[in-house]
């Protein structure tokens, strides 16, 4: 359910949207980031959260490391 919910929140923000040439370019690569992850993981949306939790995983782990004795 919240995979669908992120797909939809990228359909928002592609809404929302001006015609500038930096808007442009952000709705080309929000468009292929939504068509890539409905692609890899639309059928499996679990994968997509393990995904997600093991980068959060990796990401405080590297935020200790960065907080212990001369970091």
């Given amino acids: 359910m919240l995979f669908h919910s992120l797909l939809a ?4 923000r ?8 930096e808007d442009f ?3 080309h690569n929000l468009r292929k980031a939504r068509r ?6 639309e059928e499996y949306p679990e994968s ?3 995904l997600v939790a093991n980068l959060l995983q990796e990401e405080r782990r590297i935020l ?4 212990g004795p001369g970091g």
């Fill in 25 to 27: 370019m952000l709705k």
């Fill in 14 to 21: 592609l809404g929302s949207l001006g015609l500038g040439d």
């Fill in 48 to 50: 997509f959260a393990n």
């Fill in 36 to 41: 890539d992850l409905q692609a890899a993981f």
């Fill in 9 to 12: 929140l990228l359909d928002e």
């Fill in 64 to 67: 200790r490391l960065g907080d």
